[in-house]
């Protein structure tokens, strides 16, 4: 079956413009997850999804970042006032959830670059 | 959180075995993990292992898991060229519904 997508595949933006990246998760899968992987600071977790419950924030580096998901599947995560260091490849993966959330599925990650 | 550890880079000639080491930070970890990353592709998940467990066999692959030292480690038997890719080991984090804790990745080089 499909697996997890997300758009677009690479991102150039200035310094100081919003961006919004998107991930379609596994078709039933009610966990959701956003990590990003640069070169500096590696594979970082930063916001979980379960379903309709509020979502998990820890690993947010600022608030410049947030993230919605609408109806339980597609998520954006959106990123204001990009910055530098914002550069990076930024992976979504989504599980089935609850106790059998352990098996996670990433997606191919989308490319921003901060001009 | 804070950092699991892994060496950075390993080379073996092909048919060899490869060992590639972890140390992991949180006791409490229920799941520990390992995936694999290909130049240009996206993270694959190639086994995982539950914490109450010693050892997991999956075809070329072996996890041994030591809680005590909170040491985690995967065997390849028979590396292949094929097998050349960045090896990231991670740790479910704690109340965060299994999301995870990844070490900074060990290059695999595999050399005919």
């Known amino acids: 079956g499909a697996g997890v997508s997300q758009s677009p595949s690479n991102k150039v933006t200035e310094k100081g413009k919003d961006v919004e990246l998107r991930c379609d998760p596994i078709s039933g899968h009610t966990a959701l997850y956003w990590y990003r992987q640069s070169l500096g600071q590696g594979l970082e977790f930063l916001i979980y999804?379960?379903?309709?419950?509020?979502?998990?924030k820890s690993g947010l580096p600022s608030d410049r970042f947030s993230a919605e998901r609408t109806g339980g599947s597609v998520s954006t995560l959106t990123i204001q006032r990009t910055q530098q260091e914002d550069s990076a490849v930024y992976l979504c993966?989504?599980?089935?959830?609850?106790?059998?959330?352990?098996?996670?599925?990433f997606g191919p990650g989308t490319r921003l670059t901060v001009t | 959180g804070e950092d699991v550890e892994q060496s950075l880079f390993l080379s073996v000639r092909e048919g060899d075995s490869s060992v590639i080491n972890c140390t992991y930070t949180d006791s409490s970890s229920t799941y520990l993990y390992w995936y694999k990353q290909e130049p240009g592709a996206g993270l694959q998940l190639l086994t995982y292992i539950f914490s109450n467990m010693d050892m997991k066999q999956d075809q070329r692959l072996t996890v041994l898991l030591n809680k005590k030292d909170k040491h985690l480690s995967l065997r390849i038997a028979d590396t292949q060229t094929g097998d050349s890719a960045i090896y990231f080991c991670a740790e479910s984090i704690s109340n965060s519904g299994y999301a995870l804790n990844f070490g900074k990745g060990t290059s695999l080089l595999v050399t005919p």
């Open positions: 999804f379960q379903g309709n419950s509020a979502p998990d």
């Open positions: 993966a989504s599980s089935l959830g609850g106790t059998d959330s352990y098996e996670q599925y």
